[in-house]
C-alpha cells in the first residue's frame, strides 16, 4: 500500500514523473504476466503433456462433445471408435482423456 502511495506522490523534480511512470508500467506488466500469461503457458504445457500420453483404449471427450475410444494414433489424427462409428479426430480437439480435464475446459 505504501509503495502504491509513494508511486503516486507528486514528484518534486521533473525528471521524477518519467521514473515512477516506467515503474508503473512495469509493475503493471508483472502483474499482468502473473494472472494472465503464465497461467495460460502453465496450463497450455499440461494439456501437450495429457496428449502426449494418449494411447490405444483411452477413453476421450472431443471439444465438440464426442465420446469414444482411441483406436490407432498417427501423428495428428486419432482415430476413435464411438457408438458403431469410427471417426477421425485432430489430437488437438481432444479436452478430455480419460478423467483428465484439459485446464479451460469445463
Known amino acids: 500500500m505504501t509503495l502504491m502511495l509513494a508511486l503516486m506522490a507528486t514528484p518534486s523534480t521533473p525528471g ?36 502426449a500420453a494418449l494411447k490405444k483404449g483411452d477413453e476421450i471427450t472431443t471439444g465438440g462433445g464426442i465420446i469414444g475410444k482411441v483406436k490407432d494414433i498417427k501423428d495428428n489424427r486419432v482415430t476413435i471408435e464411438s457408438g458403431g462409428s469410427t471417426l477421425v479426430v485432430e489430437r488437438s480437439r481432444i479436452v478430455r482423456v480419460g478423467e483428465s480435464v484439459a485446464p479451460g475446459q469445463v
Open 16 to 51: 521524477g514523473s518519467m521514473t515512477v511512470l516506467v515503474v508503473q508500467v512495469l509493475l503493471f506488466g508483472l502483474v499482468f504476466y502473473f494472472l494472465f500469461i503464465r497461467p495460460q503457458s502453465q496450463a497450455r504445457k499440461k494439456h501437450e503433456a495429457v496428449l
